[in-house]
């Protein structure tokens, strides 16, 4: 079972919790006034700085490596050298600029988008408050929150020191707005509540206690008296151990998990691979054939060698590693217009492979924001009289405005219509404490009356109120009433809403202080309701998606309600009996995980641990993965996926985990990346299956005429020449037109169909290239040694004709020219090569290769030729793709 953190680390962290204080502090060799500086030096020279290790930028020697590994380019190089040692220098500077250029394309592409993609950002502020005592200090063994209002306990020195100084043991003091720079114990706490979504995904903050009220939790991320590296103080305040520092904190394991591991090879790379594997193996059998072919039957064993090595490199598609490596570049570049930063180029295609999209919610599927869905009355209908009163609560309260406070006091029409600065005075308020759940505000209007506004939680609110409000009437909050106020809130919640119960009391003026005895008998009025709502943009996102043959299974640490009520409204249902949460995964084994996996696609309440495995399950069952996430708890799963993709906005560590970064947090963005990376596949699967079939059906060729003819059938500087025109024809593929049927569904790299494809297709030019034999041998009477240069430059021309032609004819499953066109560069660029092609046996270049003018009845012969090839291989085509289908 996979872990994104060790369980040795989780352990600690929940022995940490449950342990009472004065335990901890002596296991920590510490004290409630803090460490003194000898003892923070000692502990920081055996556990190191407080810092996190982020993934170091490979020196450019290793990246530019990286960008030349490939089976092809060290083929090539080999074949590159064996030609320049034979005295081909020609072919071998043809090979070996093909290998630089397409890695030197690579290596500046990928340093390009790795600089853009480097502005890291610091993880925390820069000092902290830690308390240090001096050495003479006396340490008073008394633990709990009257510490910090007890003028007569020793408190230790304040100091702001650096974060990277902090060292397990240390004491720190928190407050709002503070980041929390290291795994922490609560020692107290008071009102404090901590914004954990970097880490757990949940968009409201949770509120932090010093004591461990349930102590059988065995997630750390839900224990209620740890805080977490990385996260931020939202209100409250707090003294806090520190229990962890740097690495060994749990956002510095998740780091080094994923900066210190290699990533496993993606789609891309795994397909690219066999396939490259597939042709090269092809290449090392049917040479040697070649060889010995024509070393028994010609006699001149040197010659039969430079031949055959010129059939192997015209049976490997040298242009492979240069057009997929310019079909990504140029991908690369379409998304950069739209704001879309490539780190790693095979990241292209993956977009295009990817079946399925793993995101978190909160802020991908939502705005990352908590606005007021609900303001309604006790009988469930909209409530313009709530909103008032909840407002001016908001407005007139001087403690810290909660998320909830804010977007109740974003209703500036309410502001306009109560206009509370000229209509309402305020007179005394009660503040909010987690006792009572609930904080009051005393105001005026016209100075009448006071009027006592509550909000609060819905249990602590119904506690003090004794009756409700029902149209204009007050009505008993008798129990079938109440029955039915907790059956709405209830319902509320299961809508995924947090529900904030608002209540009042009309009073006669008064001087008196008021206080927590006035907040009684109130008149419930209704509830306000938040959710942190979705995006405008998701829904038609996530259909786009879903027209493309790409679902999207929703991975979050936020709760099942809230993610359910989020599904729902942007029309991603359900599938399954239920949405899985984190402790159901715990506890299943790998085999019943795959199986949920792909039966479900709505997943709550998950660790960082849960996530990575998701996403590895969905892998195994075959599947090409796609993970977007922002926070720390994506990173390992950012890494585990087959594309990794994060926001620039994101935290440090997803950044570095990531394969593409957008600029901007959009589903739709991603929607127009599958389409751009299945173009880019879809192009280089053309000049894979064209350069295979056609490569294919050459060496048959080849070893047809070797059998018969006393003479090579072509020189090998001539089929090296052909090679090289064929190739320069295939330079526009990256620019070409893609078929929209192409781009409806994933596309994956499989060698068996390249095979499958090599088999029917490859034998059809061989068909006319042996008609052209006998046509050249009978009719043309290049039958002897002496003639055969005519006979060599007329299947040199009607070679390169099928080749070049093979291009439109395999571009598309359509009827070329007529029902799908080539883009224009790839038409003049095919039209070229032709003309040219032509052109050499009849120029002034024609006795430099060894070629011979051909009479003009061959050119008469030569369109019928190719006519009848075309045509025949687009029946092939029709009867391939009823049984096969067209990819």
């Known amino acids: 079972m996979s872990r994104a953190v060790p369980q ?16 901890l502090l002596q296991s920590l060799d510490t004290q409630i006034e803090g460490l003194t500086d000898t003892q923070a030096d000692q502990i920081r020279a055996r556990v190191g700085a407080n810092e996190v290790g982020h993934e170091k930028p490979l020196p450019w020697w290793t990246h530019l490596w990286l960008a030349y590994r490939n089976p092809f380019n060290i083929l090539l190089s080999i074949l590159a050298g064996i030609s320049v040692l034979t005295g081909d220098l020609v072919g071998g500077t043809i090979i070996s600029f093909m290998v630089v250029f397409s890695t030197l394309l690579r290596f500046w592409q990928e340093l390009k988008a790795n600089k853009a993609a480097d502005s890291l950002k610091a993880l925390v502020s820069n000092t902290a408050t830690v308390l240090r005592r001096s050495e003479s200090d006396v340490s008073v063994p008394n633990f709990g929150l009257e510490q910090e209002t007890n003028p007569n306990l020793k408190t230790g020195n304040r100091r702001e020191i650096p974060l990277k100084a902090l060292v ?71 003294r806090a151990l520190i229990i962890t520092t740097g690495d060994q904190t749990y956002f510095g394991t998740l780091a080094k998990r994923v900066t210190a591991t290699d990533r496993a090879p993606t789609s891309f790379q795994s397909g690219v691979n066999k396939v490259s594997w597939l042709l090269i193996r092809f290449m090392f059998v049917m040479a040697p054939i070649v060889l010995l072919l024509n070393g028994f039957t010609k006699g001149n064993w040197m010659e039969a060698l430079l031949f055959a090595l010129s059939v192997a490199v015209g049976l490997t598609p040298e242009m492979l590693p240069m057009i997929v490596t310019s079909t990504l570049a140029k991908g690369a570049m379409i998304l950069s217009r739209q704001k879309v930063i490539v780190k790693r180029l095979d990241a292209i295609q993956n977009f295009g492979a990817m079946n399925v999209l793993c995101t978190d919610k909160t802020g991908t599927l939502t705005q990352d924001k908590i606005v007021l869905a609900r303001h309604i009355d006790v009988w469930g209908k909209e409530s313009d009289e709530v909103l008032g009163h909840a407002y001016l609560n908001s407005y ?12 109740v006091l974003e209703h500036a029409e309410v502001h306009r219509e109560l206009n509370p600065v000229t209509n309402y005075r305020k007179i005394d308020e009660i503040p909010f404490d987690f006792t009572r759940r609930r904080m009051s505000v005393v105001v005026s209007e016209h100075n009448e009356t006071h009027i006592l506004i509550t909000k609060g939680a819905v249990d602590e609110m119904l506690a003090v109120c ?52 006035d907040e009684s008998e109130l008149t419930l009025l209704g509830f306000i309701a938040f959710l942190d709502p979705p995006k ?87 599947h090409v993965v796609g993970f977007m996430g922002d926070g720390i708890n994506d990173a390992a799963a950012l890494r585990a996926a087959d594309i990794g993709i994060s926001v620039d906005t994101a935290v440090d560590i997803a950044k570095e985990a990531a394969d593409i970064i957008l600029l901007e947090k959009n589903l739709m963005v991603l929607a127009q990346g599958v389409q751009e990376g299945r173009r880019t596949f879809a192009n280089m699967l053309k000049y894979i299956k064209m350069t295979a079939s056609s490569n294919f059906g050459n060496v048959f060729s ?85 003639n055969q240069n005519l006979f060599q430059s007329g299947w040199f021309i009607e070679g390169l004709l099928t080749q070049t032609m093979i291009v439109h004819m395999i571009r598309t499953s359509k009827i070329p020219f007529i029902q799908s066109r080539a883009a224009l560069p790839l038409m003049v660029m095919t039209g070229l090569i032709v003309a040219f092609g032509i052109f050499l046996p009849l120029g002034p270049l024609a006795g430099y290769f060894d070629f011979q ?23 092939m085509k029709g009867f391939y793709i009823r049984r096969y289908g067209w990819q």
């Open 853 to 875: 003018p051909l009479p003009a009845l061959y050119f008469i012969l030569l369109p019928v030729i190719v006519l009848a090839y075309m045509a025949l291989t687009q029946v």
């Open 8 to 23: 040795g680390l989780g352990l600690k962290l929940i022995e940490a919790a449950n342990a009472a204080p004065e335990t």
């Open 702 to 786: 080849v070893l047809i005429a070797s059998a018969f003819l006393p003479f090579l059938p072509m020189l090998p500087l001539q089929i090296l020449t052909q090679n090289m025109l064929y190739d320069i024809s295939q330079t526009m593929i990256p620019f070409d037109n893609v078929d929209e049927e192409q781009i409806k569904k994933p596309q994956k790299w499989n060698p068996a169909d390249i095979g499958r494809f090599m088999i029917y297709f490859g034998p059809i030019s061989s068909i006319f290239d042996v008609i052209t034999f006998f046509l050249m041998w009978y009719l043309f009477h290049a039958n002897s040694v002496e």
């Open 466 to 517: 004794t009756q409700a409000h029902h149209g204009d009437k007050i009505e008993p909050l008798t129990s079938e009433i109440l029955t039915r106020v907790r059956q709405l809130a209830g319902d509320l919640n299961e809508d995924g809403l947090r529900v904030v119960a608002v209540a009042a009391k009309t009073l006669p003026l008064s001087n008196h202080a008021y206080g927590l005895a």
């Open 536 to 622: 405008d943009s998701t829904e038609p996102a996530l259909r786009a998606l879903a027209e493309h043959g790409v679902s999207v299974k929703v991975l979050t640490g936020d709760n099942a309600l809230v993610t359910a009520k989020i599904c729902r409204d942007v029309g991603l249902t359900m599938t399954g009996s239920k949405i899985v949460s984190g402790s159901d995964i715990e506890g299943m084994n790998d085999s019943e995980l795959a199986q949920v996996v792909e039966e479900a696609n709505i997943f709550a309440r998950l660790t960082p641990a849960h996530k990575e495995r998701i996403v590895r399950a969905i892998k195994t069952n075959g």
């Open 168 to 238: 397990p043991g240390d004491i720190i003091l928190l407050s709002a707005g503070d980041m929390i720079p290291a795994d922490c114990r609560l020692i107290s706490a008071k009102d404090l509540f901590v914004s954990q979504s970097a880490m757990t995904g949940e968009s409201l903050p949770v509120e932090k206690f010093a004591v461990q009220a349930d102590t059988t939790k065995t997630n750390p991320l839900d224990l209620e008296n740890i805080v977490f590296m990385g996260t931020n103080v939202i209100s409250g305040s707090a």
């Open 396 to 407: 007139y309260q001087t403690g810290l405005k909660n998320l909830l406070d804010i977007a």
